[in-house]
């Protein structure tokens, strides 16, 4: 209950007029990426990065928090009118989303999305205040040896994140370690592989090379990708879900909620694993599921709940660990650790006020996200009409100036070039760029925990299957690393041939 | 064989040979000191894994056993060039003339780039947002964030 109280007054402190204008101003350009196709709620965090620090403290996280789980509301907007998904959460949303829309329900589709978002939204929330500080307590019994085995972990879910090619989500995570080895060694030692650069002593800013990986790269794809479809019609009024939808819906919308939390809760599978497994439950426990794909109600509310209060279930290792779970919550750790805080479990105990108004301003924007959308759907659905000729020059001036102004230096913004570029190769190349980025923001505390442990322990490499917590997050690492490759290989195991079944039998 | 499967291996190997200086930096910097790993220790390892990793990637490439469904087509490939070099030549450019002015003639530059088709209607939108962006740009960075914007001859 302590954590409801705390919750009440973090909400109570959230509507200060500064705070509820960065969380207006995030939600509305949340709203806006999530209607950008190409352009998610990581790009657009990365990109308003440098601005939304510009606010300080709390109302810096609130806008950039009020970016992520808007981009979640405004992603619907594109799958259910255009069939184009703004970002990966909102594929599912596409296949029933889009089909409506096509049979003229369009309204009826965005109605949905935008009450299963709040919904989602708001168990998230709830579930958040509840689980935060149980999980933070835990996560206090840490130390640099269960910290390090923890990130290890973390960093192992890369066979999730990684792209369809393991090698390479593995190769993007050593090159994302390298990059942030780049510069004064962290322990006293040289400066490392700094190329005589001066600029690069203090290492490589992990926002510069997030907005050039996701803000950039991702431009650059969408270049080559041709907008199909025509907008669906609807009115205005049809925009308010359908009361019949809503009752028909409750279970799914529930359902979906719990478990998306729980599944958007690990480091690693994210939002769009959730939608995924929502989706999959609704139609296997529909009294119609051949409806599915074809136009069902529910196929929306699943998706759109999911990926809400998954979302919201991100931040959870993010507090509570200092573990981002996604790209989305590595780029927020970049702007905590701009703002001055490091995240973990200690931050319950040293920053309470903090982190519980910027819960509060989750709710807030839950709240104003939902009059937002119905209000901007017009207009949002319009920005998709922008030619990408004057949208993107806009967007690429805005990422210069970002860039320069995190450290006033245009060497940040060459920096931002290149990895927009080469994140352009890798994208085609199946290289994905989380593991990069996870590898930059994680990499730097791997290398501090396991080299600060080996000091304790002179070197002694037994010390981290001494602790029991360590052994079983190791434990949790090697199943992470060994399961998806058996389960791959049995996959792709040959079917036993037809006689051969048929003597068996 | 199609461009992507070139580009990857070129890439695979461009990996391979980053991680082969990783580790010879790494030796350089010092694996151990006094018992303990030193500078080097970690930079060895993450090199070590890279080549590995990227070795895989190179064979499982040449040996056609990489499946990749995304096409490098020409013109993207051009425009992706083209736009990184118009943002280089923006920080080049920004040292002479200042910010706001460069950002003023990359904008359209972009714009040009990714449309490649002259209308009057579409020069005048991009005119519009060579002057509009700086005047915005200039509010929101130079007077409300106090960002220190690099100046040219004329004085902004």
Known sequence: ?505 | MTAARTIDRVFAAGLLLLGAYIVRSAIAYGYMRDAVPGPGFFPFWIGLGLAALSAVNLVRSVRGHERLDARFDRPTFLKTLAITAIVLAFVVASQWVGMLVAIGAAIPAIGFVIRRQYTTRFAVTMAALAVGFPLLAYLLFGVYLRVPLVRGPFGF
């Open chain 1, 1 to 505: 209950m302590e954590s409801f109280a705390l919750l009440l007054d973090g909400i109570w402190q959230a509507t200060a007029p500064p705070l509820l204008l960065a969380t207006l101003i995030g939600v509305v350009i949340g709203l806006i990426v999530g209607v950008l196709p190409g352009i998610g709620p990581a790009a657009g965090t990365a990109i308003m990065l440098p601005v939304a620090v510009g606010f300080g403290g709390t109302a810096a996280i609130a806008g950039l928090a009020g970016i992520y789980y808007g981009a979640m509301f405004g992603g619907a907007v594109t799958s259910i009118l255009l069939g184009i998904p703004g970002d990966a959460p909102s594929v599912m949303t596409v296949i029933d989303g889009h089909a409506l829309a096509r049979q003229g329900q369009a309204g009826r589709a965005l109605g949905m999305s935008v009450y299963a978002s709040f919904i989602g939204g708001a168990i998230g929330i709830v579930l958040l205040a509840a689980l935060s500080v149980p999980v933070a307590q835990a996560a206090l019994a840490f130390g640099p040896t269960e910290m390090t085995a923890l990130i290890c972990f973390a960093l192992s879910l890369v066979t999730v994140l990684g792209g369809r090619n393991v090698v390479k989500g593995f190769a993007a995570l050593l090159v994302g370690m390298w990059i942030g080895m780049i510069g004064l060694d962290p322990i006293g030692g040289p400066t490392r592989f700094t190329f005589g650069l001066a600029e690069l002593f203090d290492g490589v800013d992990f926002t510069v090379v997030a907005v050039g990986l996701y803000g950039l790269s991702e431009m650059f794809v969408s270049l080559s990708e041709r907008t199909t479809g025509a907008p669906a019609e609807y009115r205005f009024r049809s925009l308010l879900p359908n009361l019949r939808d809503l009752v028909e819906c409750r279970s799914v919308l529930l359902w979906s909620s719990l478990t998306s939390f729980f599944v958007g809760v690990v480091p690693g599978v994210g939002a769009t694993a959730s939608t995924m497994v929502a989706y999959a439950a609704a139609k296997k426990y529909s009294r119609n599921p051949d409806e599915f794909g074809r136009g069902a109600i529910k196929g929306v509310a699943a998706p759109e709940a999911a990926n809400n209060s998954a979302s919201y279930a991100a931040m959870i290792p993010l507090f509570a660990l200092g573990i981002p779970a996604s790209g989305t919550t590595a780029v927020l750790l970049g702007g905590l650790l701009m703002v001055g805080l490091q995240p973990g479990p200690l931050m319950f105990a040293t920053n309470p006020d903090f982190v519980w108004t910027v819960f509060g301003t989750f709710w807030i924007g839950n709240v104003m996200l939902v009059a937002l959308t119905v209000l901007m759907i017009p207009f949002l659905a319009a920005i998709v009409f922008v030619p990408t000729a004057i949208l993107y020059p806009a967007i690429i001036g805005i990422v210069t100036f970002g860039v320069y102004s995190i450290n006033y230096s245009m060497s940040d913004v060459t920096i931002a070039a290149a990895a927009g570029a080469i994140g352009y190769i890798m994208l085609k190349l199946d290289y994905s760029p989380v593991p990069l980025v996870l590898g930059l923001v994680l990499g730097p505390l791997l290398e501090r925990g396991v080299r600060r442990t080996l000091i304790v322990s002179n070197g002694d490499l037994s010390i981290f299957v001494r602790q029991p917590i360590a052994l079983a997050f190791f434990l949790l690492t090697a199943a992470a690393l060994v399961v998806p490759l058996v389960a791959r290989r049995r996959a792709t195991a040959p079917a036993p041939r037809a006689d051969t079944a048929s003597h068996l039998s």
